[in-house]
């Protein structure tokens, strides 16, 4: 037995190791050896270290269960990583040099015309800030964000229709698995993915860090080394009072402490005109441009990025934090890992005192109780799957009942009772028939049970997939079939794990 | 019928029952879609020859429920106008999806075609689907296919006896022509208002069997005629290594004859639209697993012994009695005798081992002027009934395939033999008179006096047999 690592923390790169492993589990061929795989990871390397608070902790189980699994596995999480890193390092320079380049081309100057400070901020900093300010238009006007809504809306709905035409051209299995990864992204998609949409964000902010320190150092440099003119134009402008009163503005931030900024006169004095040309200029009120714009590239500029990127960081880890364990397949792991084990004979007494074991015990002892209900063409094999639930999943039933699951609206009598139930069992598991066709009808079953279980309480949905031999006893499904009810479940979203009846 | 006044015939059932098998048969189309699981939300349509349209619907899977809603057209003055309702009011219902979608023929005006698998049990869902199919009022007609083994025929029949007045047996991977023709000649009893339509397209259906069985004569008369005159000729390179040179024409030369046997083949394949096998490039390769050289194809295909020596007999009696009739029959048929009996002795030497057709195989020689060699063509005896069984072998087996089957199929040699044996198609069970027919064009052939007359008439011949085979 090796040690587990106990570290609770979980990265990105962890989250999708997790991610790929129980996805590649849930498309395995053999669900028992899965099962048996998982109950000897818990009874020899998580067990033994959990504390009797963290048994019930999913965070902190599949995190052992991870670190369990890692070795000899292929996972994506370091991959990611390292494409992170290198995304990351390629954003800031990418920035740098741009700022650098953008900048150095604003600053040109010849002797013949100053370099005219609004195009120079237009093109550092103001693009930035038309950017910010349509995000910000997005998030605080309706009438913006239902027209990029909108936008967004006819783009999904082409791709949407793109995607539904190819579907078509895959076979049943294949346009059936396409719909449950489809699915189970989208369910991803909310608290799960949180951290994949903030890491782009913070992303960008630090393009936009670098961005703007690419412009800076442009300027320093410009003004250090060679000879540059700043100065200003305007058609329609007939005193420099304008000017002034903006860029005093401008320099309200940094004013109070004595902070750059040009005077009433120096602007006057950098008033570019052709016909006189750059020679009417002073030389004084040209050079004292520079400090200002150094400053208004640092507040208006970097500053901004700073705080954007700081925001996004602590939003990626905090919902690093937030992520759940909830999803059916999670639940399936989980089941795995704590559910009951079955053994053919008793540990020794003397083993029960070691902690590791009495959390397992600890653990397997909690047994659930929970509503069954038997598809109708099941009925027959009522006592081996009633006999099959209570010895494999550890339930107590709190009521076992015949539905037909390819008649939703009928079942009423059945329903009640098991709506009856569900307070004091919020487990419910629905035996279900391979081969099977009535999906439409099963969706539309399904469907009704989950409202009455939303009714209820918090509830967890299961479905066991059961074959039938040639003398109607139950027994394991084919893989396939397996896949297929599995695949449809995730598709329709409808939250249930799949198990397969294993005799 | 359909606004573009061709007969509609919708396959509808529960799902995995064998619609789309059954649809990949009638309409000789392997590319139609068939799986295990669901294979599409949508009908799909073939036509066959701007003839019949066949519409390929998606599986009853939410039959039950739907029946709910449905039950008030048994009373309702025009039973129709409940469907369209139906059909309208869960346009975008997702949980009758395919329900919507299997009943937009049959609001068209199809007759239906009701597949049910005998392999697996009727349910109360099917009794749902059977009591729709009645309320619509369509022509209708139910298919008993039978995807294993027929365990609840009897169930099925007694029920679908009820809703349907016409009750078939059809499975979709075994049907053949015939089949097919049965099928539609039922519809046409039951659908009073396409009846002339349907006729009309089964007696085209006929004219077109009668085109392919013609096109396939016309293949493997063509193969026999090139592969018997076929001759490979190379320049001399070097005078002093001539074995090795010999080799290499040998293997050339068999690799054409090879070539052009695959290549007729294919196109037997093609005519027969089986289109899942031909466009694999080494389809015909995979149909039969033994190569036109290979020893067991020769102990195993041709004609028997006796058989050939007939045919060989009869060669060199003609040889024979031209030479009596030379000498103004003053030689008192001996010359037709000795012909008669040296022909059959060289057939029956050279029958059926592999060893005789190896010695006999290509004539090298350092040709005319020295300088060339030359491979071919073949004089076996044998060796044009072998293609004309290989040939027979690909007919017998695409023309009684369904284009159901997703299966490849591989013969060799003995399986082979075996098929041609079961199906009475070799060459070994042709009529005396077709064979004599045969024989005849094979010597013409090798004397280059294959003429179109000699060409149409091997043909018309061959072409018969053909249909007596397939039928």
Request: glycine fraction near 6%; proline fraction near 5%; aromatic fraction near 8%.
């Amino acid at each position: 037995m090796f040690p587990v690592p106990r570290s609770e923390k979980w990265t990105l790169a962890d989250r999708l190791d997790f991610e790929a492993l129980v996805a590649a589990d849930e498309r395995a061929g053999d669900p028992a050896a899965i099962a048996a795989r998982d109950a000897r990871l818990w009874e020899e390397k998580i067990a033994p270290q959990l504390t009797p608070a963290q048994v019930t902790d999913r965070g902190v189980v599949f995190r052992r269960w991870l670190e369990a699994r890692r070795p000899g596995e292929t996972l994506p999480g370091r991959w990611f990583a390292n494409v992170w890193r290198c995304f990351s390092v390629g954003a800031r320079l990418s920035g740098l040099l741009l700022g650098f380049m953008v900048a150095s081309g604003a600053l040109y100057y010849s002797g013949t015309r100053p370099v005219n400070v609004a195009v120079f901020l237009a093109v550092t900093v103001g693009v930035q800030w038309i950017l910010l300010l349509w995000t910000l238009a997005v998030i605080l006007f309706r009438g913006v964000r239902t027209a990029s809504q909108q936008l967004l809306a006819r783009l999904g709905e082409a791709l949407g229709q793109m995607l539904a035409s190819a579907l078509e051209h895959l076979s049943g299995e294949q346009r059936m698995r396409m719909l449950a990864e489809l699915s189970t992204l989208r369910q991803l998609s909310g608290r799960n993915l949180q951290p994949l949409i903030w890491a782009p964000l913070e992303a960008l902010q630090q393009f936009g860090v670098f961005w703007n320190w690419g412009v800076f150092s442009a300027l320093v440099a410009r003004v250090i080394f060679t000879d540059v003119a700043f100065g200003w134009e305007s058609t329609v402008a007939q005193r420099p009072d304008g000017m002034f009163t903006l860029v005093h503005a401008l320099s309200a931030p940094w004013l109070w402490a004595g902070g750059p900024c040009p005077t009433l006169a120096d602007i006057e004095h950098s008033w570019f005109h052709y016909q006189s040309g750059v020679a009417a200029l002073d030389r004084t009120a040209m050079a004292s441009w520079w400090p200002w714009l150094i400053m208004v590239i640092l507040v208006y500029g970097l500053l901004p990025r700073l705080i954007l990127r700081s925001y996004f960081a602590i939003r990626a880890r905090l919902s690093m934090r937030q992520l759940s364990f909830d999803e059916p397949r999670h639940r399936a792991a989980w089941h795995r890992l704590t559910g009951p084990l079955i053994r053919s004979h008793r540990p020794p007494e003397e083993n029960i005192t070691s902690p590791g074991a009495r959390n397992t015990l600890l653990a397997k002892a909690r047994a659930e109780v929970g509503c069954l209900l038997i598809a109708s063409s099941l009925a027959g094999a009522r006592a081996e799957i009633e006999q099959w639930v209570t010895s494999r999943l550890g339930w107590k039933l709190a009521c076992s009942e015949v539905v037909e699951i390819d008649y939703p609206s009928g079942n009423d009598a059945a329903l009640a009772r098991v709506a009856a139930a569900l307070p004091t069992a919020p487990c419910w598991l629905i035996a279900v028939p391979a081969p099977f066709t009535a999906f439409s009808a099963f969706t539309q079953f399904a469907a009704r049970v989950a409202a009455l279980t939303n009714e209820t309480t918090k509830s967890e949905g299961f479905v066991v997939v059961i074959a039938l031999d040639e003398q109607g006893k139950p027994k394991a499904p084919d893989a396939e079939w397996l896949r297929y009810w599995s695949d449809f479940l995730r598709a329709e979203g409808t939250g249930c794990v799949t198990l397969s009846y294993a005799p | 019928m359909s606004t573009n006044d061709l007969p509609v015939i919708a396959i509808l059932g529960d799902v995995n029952h064998g619609k789309s098998s059954v649809v990949a048969t009638l309409t000789e189309d392997d590319s139609v879609r068939i799986g295990a699981f669901p294979t599409t939300t949508q009908c799909q349509r073939f036509r066959v020859r701007d003839l019949l349209e066949f519409v390929d619907t998606p599986g009853f899977q939410n039959a039950r429920e739907a029946l709910r809603e449905l039950k008030e057209a048994g009373t309702a003055s025009n039973p129709l106008s409940v469907f369209r309702d139906f059909v309208a009011r869960h346009k975008d219902d997702r949980f009758f999806v395919h329900e919507v979608r299997l009943l937009e023929p049959v609001l068209e005006g199809a007759s239906l075609l009701y597949v049910v698998d005998l392999a697996q049990p009727l349910e109360p869902r099917h009794d749902a689907e059977t009591e729709i199919l009645r309320l619509t009022g369509a022509p209708r007609i139910a298919l008993l296919n039978q995807t294993g083994e027929p365990r609840y025929r009897a169930e099925w029949e007694a029920r679908l006896r009820q809703n349907f007045s016409t009750v078939i047996d059809f499975d979709a991977h075994r049907a053949d022509f015939s089949n097919r023709l049965a099928l539609l000649e039922a519809l046409a009893t039951v659908d009073l208002a396409g009846k002339a339509k349907l006729r009309k397209a089964i007696e085209v259906l006929k004219q077109d069997r009668e085109d392919k069985l013609d096109t396939t004569a016309r293949i493997i008369v063509d193969l026999l005629a090139d592969l018997l005159t076929f001759q490979h000729v190379e320049a001399l390179r070097d005078p002093l290594r001539v074995a090795a040179q010999r080799r290499e024409v040998e293997e050339r030369f068999r690799e054409k004859l090879i070539a052009r046997e695959l290549e007729a083949h294919r196109e037997i394949i093609r005519a027969f639209a089986h289109q899942r096998v031909a466009v694999n490039k080494e389809g015909a390769r995979e149909w039969l697993s033994d190569g036109l050289f290979v020893a067991r194809t020769w102990s195993l295909l041709g004609l028997s012994g006796w058989r050939l020596l007939a045919a060989g007999a009869s060669g060199g009696a003609l040889v024979g009695a031209k030479i009596d009739l030379l000498f103004g029959g003053a030689t008192w048929g001996l010359g037709a005798a000795v012909g008669g009996a040296v022909g059959g002795g060289a057939a029956l030497a050279g029958s059926r081992t592999a060893p005789g057709f190896k010695a006999r195989l290509p004539y090298f020689s350092r040709a005319i002027v020295g300088t060339e060699l030359v491979a071919g063509p073949i004089k076996h005896d044998n060796f044009p009934w072998i293609v004309l069984d290989r040939a027979l072998g690909i007919f017998v087996s695409v023309s009684h395939r369904a284009h159901a089957r997703q299966d490849r199929e591989t013969l060799d040699a003995a399986a082979l033999a075996a098929r041609l044996q079961s199906t009475k198609a070799g060459s070994d069970q042709a009529p005396d008179e077709l064979r004599r027919t045969l024989a005849k064009a094979f010597r013409d052939m090798r004397k280059n006096r294959f003429n179109d007359d000699r060409r149409d008439a091997t043909v018309s011949a061959l072409r018969e047999w053909l249909r007596e085979i397939s039928e």
